[in-house]
Structures are given as C-alpha cells and as structure tokens.
C-alpha cells in the first residue's frame, strides 16, 4: 500500500502552545494526522497523512451505539541534540492487533502503521515539546463504522492516529497520589474485555472514577470481579506492591490490560537483581503488610505518568498510608531509569529505545 502526504497549506497551520507548563493532557493536537479504512472488499486502503480534520460519521454506525473501537497510548520523546525517540512503539502496535482481535477487527500492518507513525511525528516534529518530562503523546484508534444498528461486527473500519503536545505528568515534581480501593463497582471479568485497550472498560470506569474524585482520591484502585478481594490495577494504570524485598504485580489472566510499562519495569528489577513475581494478592494481604511495616512502596505503570508512587490507600473507611507519604527510593530509581533512556540521556540495554531522525 502507498502512503500519501498531503501536508497542511502553511497559511492552515495552527500555533504551537509556547508555554509547556499549561499544556496539560490530550487538549491540543498537531497539523497533521494519518487516517486509512478498510472495508471487506478491498482490505486497508487510502492511507494518507492529511490535515487534523474532524470525521464524518453516520449517526448509526456501530462504534456510536456498541463500542467496537481499541486504541494505543504512546509518545515520542525530545531528548538531547534534538533527537526524536520511540519507546517500544511496536509494542504498541502489536497489543492493538491483540485488542482488535478481541473485538473483531481487521488488524493492521505493524510495518506499514510503523513507518506511518513515524513520518507523521517527524511531519510534526515542531509540536514536540522541549521542557523536561513533556513528550508527544500518540493515540492510534480504530472504530467500526457500519451504518447499520443491527447488533453484529462491523465490516467497514477507519484507523487513524492524532498526536498532540503533553505537559509533564508531575510539573511540581514526582508527587505520590491518592487511591481509592472500589469494593462497590467492578471494572472487569476474566473473559471479557478487560486485557483489550478499548472504550468499553473506561465507560464501565467512570463511575467509580467520579465517586473517587469526590472524596479526593485520584485514581481507583480495582479488586476482582469474583472474589472481589485481589488487588487488579488502577484506573489507568498497573500496580506494583514491595513487601520486604519483593515486589509483587497482579499476573495477566484475563482481566488485566498487560502495560508495556508493566512488562519494562519487570525486565528492569529483574536486571538490576530485585525480587519480582507475578502472582494473586488480595487487600487484605496489603492492608496487614501494611500494619506490620512490611509494606514499603506501591506505584503504578502507565505511559502518561511512567511512574506513579502511592502515598494513600483507601479501603472500607481507612487509610494506609504507604512509605511515610512520599516516594520511595525503588520508585525513584525505577522513574530516573525509565526516563533517562526514553529521552536518550543513557543507554539503553534493552533495545526499547528506537531514535528515528
Ligand atoms: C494503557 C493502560 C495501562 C498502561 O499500559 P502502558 O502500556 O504501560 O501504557 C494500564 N491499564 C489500563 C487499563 C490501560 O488502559
């Protein structure tokens, strides 16, 4: 397949946000975007990188009223002599044909959507953000797009990918957060979609997320859906817990979304020689570690915060808190790493790091 560049008119182009500490997440969007569909007949095709355009849609097509829709998460980092870095992006690519398998939709073509990736960040190289810990985030989704309500998989499809500018996750420094154990709501079951990066689980979320809010937590932290006892993951995150001198995550039997920051921070404690096992823990193993002090450090995984130390765990009217309330030393180490060798500062000994100009 042939892939098109139509780049924007400059008199089309939009300003550039000057001031990256206002620039926050997911609110501001480049000039460009790549966009392509499918339909039965002649597979994927009209690939194109074109001006950021809204869609047209019609109002009965099966992702408004169903859901069938994945997306990615992933950025591209400014590191020094200018150099424009990906982080395990095939990864990312890889897990989208996972979910779309999940959802009954026509995969794509890593290479191809690879190398149209990467000509759209450098299209739109300007937009990526110089300050420190700001990066371009990427967000690939694909949606179904019949115009039909009856209640089966579509057969038409659009993949397209927006980039935009993302302000640092933590602008007053690395700042441990709050969370809320949901005993109430659920956000998924071993075999259904939970393992898919799909628009399903976040609707199923919110609610939960709202209440969350409310009593000041910043994020919900998930128990099973059966037992309603061992410890899943955060909202947009995975999690990990250090009890002593191990550290434990929850292990991906279904009902996880397997992060890829999940999978680096376990190859990267198990370089540096710490203990980690993937294994079933419930809340009332974290909440007695917790009183006997054996609980040092929880944080979570995720591409916006990388890492993210837990200071305050919520259940059932209590608070625990974790590390005295600030970020613990594996926590810190475990970010400088991740950071340093997403922005090309130190060598990566993994060959997770891909620099593309
Ligand atoms: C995207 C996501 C994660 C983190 O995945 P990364 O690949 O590390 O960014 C964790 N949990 C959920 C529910 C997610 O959607």
Same mark, same amino acid.
């Given at each position: 397949?042939?892939?098109?560049?139509?780049?924007?008119?400059?008199?089309?182009?939009?300003?550039?946000?000057?001031?990256?500490?206002?620039?926050?997440?997911?609110?501001?969007?480049?000039?460009? #975007?790549?966009? #392509?569909?499918?339909?039965?007949?002649?597979?994927?095709?009209?690939?194109?990188?074109?001006?950021?355009?809204?869609?047209?849609?019609?109002?009965?097509?099966?992702?408004?009223?169903?859901?069938?829709?994945?997306?990615?998460?992933?950025?591209?980092?400014?590191?020094?002599?200018?150099?424009?870095?990906?982080?395990?992006?095939?990864?990312?690519?890889?897990? #989208?044909?996972?979910?779309?398998?999940?959802?009954? #939709?026509?995969?794509?073509?890593?290479?191809?959507?690879?190398?149209?990736?990467?000509?759209?960040?450098?299209?739109?190289?300007?937009?990526?953000?110089?300050?420190?810990?700001?990066?371009?985030?990427?967000?690939?989704?694909?949606?179904?797009?019949?115009?039909?309500?009856?209640?089966?998989?579509?057969? !038409?499809?659009?993949?397209?990918?927006?980039?935009?500018?993302?302000?640092?996750?933590?602008?007053?420094?690395?700042?441990?957060?709050?969370?809320?154990?949901?005993?109430?709501?659920?956000?998924?079951?071993?075999?259904?979609?939970?393992?898919?990066?799909?628009?399903?689980?976040?609707?199923?979320?919110?609610?939960?997320?709202?209440?969350?809010?409310?009593?000041?937590?910043?994020?919900?932290?998930?128990?099973?859906?059966?037992?309603?006892?061992?410890?899943?993951?955060?909202?947009?995150?995975?999690?990990?817990?250090?009890?002593?001198?191990?550290?434990?995550?929850?292990?991906?039997?279904? !009902?996880?979304?397997?992060?890829?920051?999940?999978?680096?921070?376990?190859?990267?404690?198990?370089?540096?020689?710490?203990?980690?096992?993937?294994?079933?823990?419930?809340?009332?193993?974290?909440?007695?570690?917790?009183?006997?002090?054996?609980?040092?450090?929880?944080?979570?995984?995720?591409?916006?915060?990388?890492?993210?130390?837990?200071?305050?765990?919520?259940?059932?009217?209590?608070?625990?808190?974790?590390?005295?309330?600030?970020?613990?030393?594996?926590?810190?180490?475990?970010?400088?790493?991740?950071?340093?060798?997403?922005?090309?500062?130190?060598?990566?000994?993994?060959?997770?790091?891909?620099?593309?100009?």
């Amino acid at each position: 397949m042939e892939l098109r560049v139509l780049p924007v008119e400059a008199s089309q182009k939009k300003p550039i946000p000057t001031d990256d500490a206002k620039l926050g997440f997911g609110r501001v969007f480049s000039d460009h #975007m790549f966009q #392509m569909e499918y339909s039965t007949a002649k597979g994927w095709h009209n690939a194109r990188i074109e001006p950021y355009h809204e869609l047209s849609l019609d109002p009965a097509c099966t992702v408004l009223h169903y859901g069938q829709e994945a997306f990615e998460g992933l950025k591209a980092y400014r590191g020094d002599q200018d150099g424009i870095f990906l982080f395990r992006h095939r990864d990312n690519l890889r897990r #989208m044909n996972a979910s779309c398998r999940r959802l009954v #939709m026509p995969e794509i073509d890593i290479d191809f959507v690879s190398d149209a990736l990467k000509k759209l960040v450098l299209l739109d190289r300007d937009w990526i953000p110089r300050s420190p810990g700001c990066a371009l985030y990427i967000r690939p989704n694909i949606i179904g797009v019949d115009p039909f309500l009856g209640v089966k998989p579509a057969e !038409s499809f659009i993949f397209y990918i927006i980039v935009g500018p993302v302000g640092a996750y933590y602008p007053e420094g690395f700042n441990p957060v709050s969370i809320w154990v949901s005993d109430r709501y659920v956000r998924a079951v071993r075999g259904g979609i939970g393992e898919a990066k799909t628009g399903g689980n976040y609707a199923a979320s919110l609610l939960a997320q709202k209440e969350a809010k409310q009593k000041g937590f910043s994020q919900v932290l998930w128990l099973d859906a059966i037992h309603r006892k061992y410890i899943e993951e955060v909202g947009t995150m995975n999690i990990f817990f250090m009890f002593d001198d191990e550290v434990a995550t929850s292990p991906l039997d279904g !009902s996880i979304l397997p992060g890829i920051t999940r999978d680096s921070v376990i190859q990267i404690l198990r370089k540096w020689g710490v203990p980690v096992v993937e294994r079933k823990f419930s809340i009332d193993e974290v909440i007695s570690a917790q009183k006997s002090g054996a609980l040092k450090e929880v944080f979570g995984t995720g591409t916006a915060a990388i890492i993210s130390p837990v200071a305050t765990i919520h259940y059932q009217g209590h608070n625990y808190t974790v590390a005295d309330g600030k970020t613990g030393p594996l926590s810190q180490r475990l970010y400088d790493f991740l950071l340093d060798i997403q922005y090309g500062r130190k060598p990566d000994p993994f060959g997770w790091v891909e620099r593309i100009d």
